[in-house]
């Protein structure tokens, strides 16, 4: 199906049954494509198309001239990503890029779903936002991201909000030329969301955040459903890249001077699961990868269950691929992980860890967890921490179980207390403070190579960087080290950063 079929048929189907159409018709005339969760949780057997032949059309070249926009970001680093197309577009429109709001004549949120208080910050500042709109009526304010596949944000901005002029989704950033004309000239909201994903589009335009990394999208989308989770929704079906694409991506970012890339997709794991014609996953990819000349290559995020043998094999070689790998467990308990959904057990994911440690003895491991899963028992967290002190993780991001509408687990009885979850979020919070302690203790008087990525943020005369394990190291040195790599004696842990003295330059990694 191409783009304008899957636009039809989109608005031929949604309409006529929606309740939403029904309620706020009042409030729409041009484009309106309302969200459905219960469309985007079928998963079609069509084949994915690529396309590369993304233009601007000339009917918006221009559009932007004289104008400001200003995207802030909420949410994951695919945000992030998709950020950087969306203001590669504004560019190719003739916008300029604007650091405050006051200033903007286009502003856009670019949302997260995965919990409440994400959600929370969004409509907070859309709060903040509309006194901005009464004095300035010609500003265009537009909601996308993860928040608006969501019906229930949908109909809350059209019954509360109504003062944004558009909002879509993730599955069509590429057609923000449209949206912005269609918004400029509707007096209405324009809403167009896609509830099924659309094609892979290659030759977007990008504006990087940064010139030292960036990010790569390997593939898009999450067909794994845990039940407490929203991605599979906002995101649609896993679409992997096709190698040749990313390979010349990287290669490309790597003549441009970038040092870092890190590879982006909800599960990394399943990457080319989906190819019909080829047999390559995640483990060939890093093994293509790991001849490029660019000095680091990560990958996040990686799911345990498709975390494979030869993969493993393939990280064991190091060279550009660092020893540090994010791998969310979500609970040490059996039970919990199975009413998750997360399709592996506590023995599994211990001997997945084994099996990683095996093969590469100093790699660093980060995770995920969630506390709080409804009717979570004592007994049951315990043995997240326990796994926790098992593995032995270097730091962990860490979470209070929230309900998605939406999600089977929101369906379900919670006999848990708050107060007890936020006791257990305590005490797992400390475990991971005092094992990041450790860690970072651990690399006291060792010289490790920083990548250098600018002044500290509280003291012009300190510069900062990442080790190839995703510590930050702050120390003395020349700005002109700032992009390079360079070798950093490390003086003194903190909790979270590392202080340390530059080795003299000329013994730093030469950067080619
Ligand atoms: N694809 C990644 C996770 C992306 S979301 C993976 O499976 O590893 C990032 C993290 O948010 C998850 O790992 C999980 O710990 C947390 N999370 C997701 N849904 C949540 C929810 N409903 N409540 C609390 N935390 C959640
Ligand atoms: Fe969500 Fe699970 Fe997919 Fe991660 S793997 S994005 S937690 S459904
Ligand atoms: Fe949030 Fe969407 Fe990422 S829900 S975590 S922005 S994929």
């Not at 589009?201 to 407490?228: Q, S």
């Not at 032995?392 to 179980?401: K, V, W």
Request: net charge negative; hydrophobic share 35%; proline share 4%.
């Amino acid at each position: 199906m191409n783009e304008k079929q899957r636009l039809e048929s989109q608005q031929a189907q949604r309409p006529k049954d929606s309740k939403v159409e029904k309620d706020y018709s009042k409030y729409f005339q041009s484009v309106y494509m309302p969200p459905s969760l219960k469309d985007a949780r079928r998963r079609g057997r069509e084949e994915v198309k690529y396309h590369d032949d993304f233009k601007i059309d000339t009917r918006y070249q221009g559009m932007g001239d004289g104008r400001k926009f200003y995207i802030r970001t909420y949410g994951c680093q695919m945000n992030e990503h998709d950020t950087e197309v969306m203001a590669g577009i504004f560019l190719s429109l003739g916008y300029e890029p604007t650091e405050t709001v006051e200033d903007a004549d286009v502003i856009l949120l670019n949302t997260c779903a995965i919990r409440e208080n994400a959600e929370n910050k969004v409509f907070g500042e859309l709060g903040h936002l509309k006194s901005l709109k009464l004095e300035k009526p010609d500003l265009l304010l537009g909601v996308c991201g993860c928040m608006a596949q969501q019906e229930s944000v949908v109909n809350r901005i059209l019954q509360k909000h109504q003062f944004v002029d558009m909002i879509f989704g993730t599955h069509n950033i590429h057609r923000l030329p449209e949206i912005l004309s269609e918004a400029y000239m509707a007096k209405e909201m324009v809403v167009e969301v896609w509830s099924k994903e659309g094609d892979v589009i290659e030759n977007l335009p990008k504006v990087r955040a940064g010139k030292i990394k960036g990010w790569v999208n390997i593939m898009y989308g999450c067909d794994k459903f845990c039940t407490y989770c929203i991605v599979p929704y906002t995101r649609g079906k896993e679409r992997s890249r096709r190698p040749e694409d990313i390979i010349q991506e990287v290669r490309q970012l790597a003549a441009h001077g970038y040092q870092e890339i890190t590879l982006l997709g909800q599960n990394v794991n399943a990457y080319g699961k989906d190819f019909e014609d080829i047999e390559y996953r995640l483990g060939d990819l890093m093994d293509d990868l790991r001849k490029v000349n660019i000095p680091r290559i990560r990958f996040t995020t990686s799911h345990p269950r498709d975390f494979d043998d030869h993969l493993i094999e393939v990280l064991a070689k190091k060279g550009n691929l660092a020893e540090h790998i994010h791998l969310p467990v979500q609970s040490g308990s059996s039970d919990i992980l199975k009413i998750m959904g997360r399709k592996y057990t506590r023995e599994q994911y211990l001997e997945l860890v084994r099996k990683i440690k095996a093969a590469i003895p100093d790699v660093s491991l980060t995770t995920d967890i969630i506390v709080g899963f409804p009717n979570e028992t004592d007994e049951q967290f315990e043995e997240t921490m326990s796994l926790y002190k098992e593995v032995g993780f270097e730091t962990a991001y860490t979470f209070i179980y929230s309900p998605r509408e939406g999600t089977p687990a929101a369906k379900m009885q919670d006999n848990v207390s708050m107060e007890v979850k936020r006791e257990r979020l305590q005490r797992l919070n400390d475990l991971v403070n005092e094992y990041s302690r450790k860690a970072m203790e651990s690399f006291e008087g060792q010289t490790l190579e920083v990548l250098v990525e600018g002044e500290s943020k509280n003291n012009p005369e300190i510069l900062s960087g990442y080790t190839r394990k995703n510590k930050l190291v702050n120390f003395r040195g020349p700005k002109s080290a700032i992009g390079k790599l360079v070798m950093v004696k490390i003086k003194k842990a903190k909790t979270w950063t590392l202080d340390g003295e530059m080795v003299d330059i000329s013994e730093s990694v030469e950067v080619i």
